[in-house]
């Protein structure tokens, strides 16, 4: 019933806006492209994306990316005939956006964070999955889309980049299953994962020793965490990009580390918190300091500077006694 929605939906609209989240990562932006070419080929149309942030140049490759508009071009008193949310666990995750949003005749919200709370008209929500790429695979195999190579690289990007190259602990047979499919559409998975984990610029890299070099641990090293600074930023001559992207993960490969957190400064009184576990259900953590995300896999935004923000957290994670 909902994917004949989708279709109607889709077939009536005219002007269509295809929306990612705030600080986009592979999955965001994969899917988002993936959802442009899908509607393209199959229904003639040309969808607009747009993105609320700067485009990371690790995604730039993903196809006709470079046509996406920035929020901060946009006309907001634009009303939309659909407006589709990709990966957007939250309404709030996508800035500007939101006016756009609740302008629009219609709405779709494709995620598969489980503390999206179906904010949307038509809300196709699986926190099983492994990335909203998933997700949108499955709606085109239901539809019986045409899948192009375009597609099938934001597909691809999307489930890899979310699941850490195949390995975390959200990659299912499942997820195995729709790469090996996805990858029969032409696709070059080599060369996707040489663009989305080898192609870090000196800056990033020495960036990240330097905040590593820097972490705190505690709880008999069960807890790793570093800190992030506009200055440190600055340091390595960074112009915008998201050079914090991956740093959480390097902190829980650590044998010890059964937490892991950066918290890094948006301005004098709000931090970003970034946090990532190997068993620990740090999703509610983020939610009690305003944010949420997966089990494993979790962020918020806090209204405290770098300091202050790491005692709460610290003292959120004290309740769990590791």
């Not at 990612?20 to 509607?39: F, K, R, V």
């Not at 506009?230 to 044998?255: P, S, V």
């Amino acid at each position: 019933m909902v994917m004949k929605q989708i279709d109607s939906i889709i077939k009536k609209s005219k002007n269509i806006l295809i929306a990612s989240h705030i600080n986009p990562d592979g999955d965001t932006l994969g899917s988002m492209c993936a959802m442009y070419h899908l509607i393209k080929d199959n229904y003639k149309k040309n969808a607009q994306m747009v993105i609320v942030s700067k485009l990371p140049e690790t995604y730039e490759f993903l196809p006709q990316i470079q046509d996406a508009l920035f929020i901060e071009n946009m006309d907001l008193s634009r009303e939309y005939d659909l407006v589709i949310n990709v990966d957007i666990a939250s309404i709030d995750r996508c800035n500007d956006v939101q006016t756009l949003f609740k302008k629009a005749k219609n709405t779709i919200n494709i995620d598969h964070h489980e503390t999206n709370n179906s904010y949307a008209e038509i809300n196709i929500i699986d926190p099983h999955a492994s990335a909203t790429g998933e997700i949108i695979y499955e709606i085109a195999q239901a539809l019986n889309w045409q899948i192009s190579k375009e597609c099938a690289i934001g597909l691809y990007t999307a489930i890899l980049t979310d699941t850490g190259g195949f390995k975390f602990s959200n990659t299912s047979p499942k997820t195995m299953e729709y790469s090996a499919q996805i990858m029969k559409y032409g696709i070059d998975s080599s060369d996707i994962y040489r663009k989305c984990y080898e192609s870090q610029s000196k800056n990033m890299v020495l960036f990240q020793c330097y905040c590593v070099n820097k972490a705190e641990f505690t709880n008999n090293d069960k807890i790793a965490y570093t800190t992030v600074y506009k200055k440190d930023l600055e340091k390595f001559n960074n112009n915008g990009e998201d050079y914090t992207d991956g740093l959480t993960e390097k902190l829980r490969a650590i044998n010890t580390t059964e937490i892991a957190f950066v918290v890094k400064e948006l301005n004098a009184a709000t931090s970003k918190v970034s946090m990532r576990s190997k068993n620990t259900d740090i999703a509610k953590i983020c939610s009690t300091l305003g944010g949420g995300g997966h089990k494993f896999a979790a962020g918020a935004v806090i209204k405290a500077n770098v300091n202050d923000a790491v005692k709460l957290i610290l003292k959120e994670i004290e309740k769990l006694n590791l």
